[in-house]
């Protein structure tokens, strides 16, 4: 069974026809020109060594050129983002950054659901704990 068809397969069983990942990355953009000729859309998001935006629904629903090199590593990470921007080697754990206003530095909430819904600002090497900097209350582990 192929890739295409197993995932249909199991969105009929499981009904979750709308769950379908995010966007790859630094993907050239085709469109149409009037008359009717694809062509390659010369916008590219910054070339990264390391990757961004990696994991299950990360960088869902944004603006993914506000994303540092490096952020946004792991399922849900940095969804829903609406923030200025956010630093490199940030959000680099599963569900970190998302629904989050803040702009974020560098190397900064790596940890689960750090900054989760964070508004304002926050600088480098912040927040690196679970659930530091979220505004929701997490009851502690």
């Known amino acids: 069974m192929n890739f295409k068809l197993a995932v249909v397969a199991l969105t009929s069983v499981f ?5 379908t990942p995010a966007p790859k990355t ?3 953009v085709i469109t149409l020109s009037n008359e009717g000729e694809s062509e390659i859309n010369e916008i590219k998001l910054a070339e ?14 944004i603006d993914q050129s506000k994303v ?3 952020s946004c590593i792991g399922d849900m990470a940095c969804s829903g983002y609406t923030g ?3 630093g490199e080697k940030s959000c680099t ?3 970190s950054c998302p629904d989050a206003t803040a702009t974020i530095g560098k190397n900064s909430c790596n940890a689960h659901h750090a900054c989760t819904e964070a508004t304002g600002y926050i600088g480098s090497k912040q927040c690196n704990s ?5 505004v929701e209350h ?4």
């Open 15 to 19: 009904g979750c026809a709308d769950a």
């Open 26 to 28: 630094n993907a050239p």
């Open 48 to 61: 990264c060594e390391d990757p961004k935006c990696v994991g299950f629904w990360a960088c869902y629903g």
């Open 68 to 70: 540092g090199c490096g």
């Open 84 to 86: 200025d921007s956010i």
């Open 93 to 95: 754990v599963a569900d």
């Open 130 to 134: 679970k659930y530091e900097c979220a």
């Open 138 to 141: 997490f009851p502690s582990e």
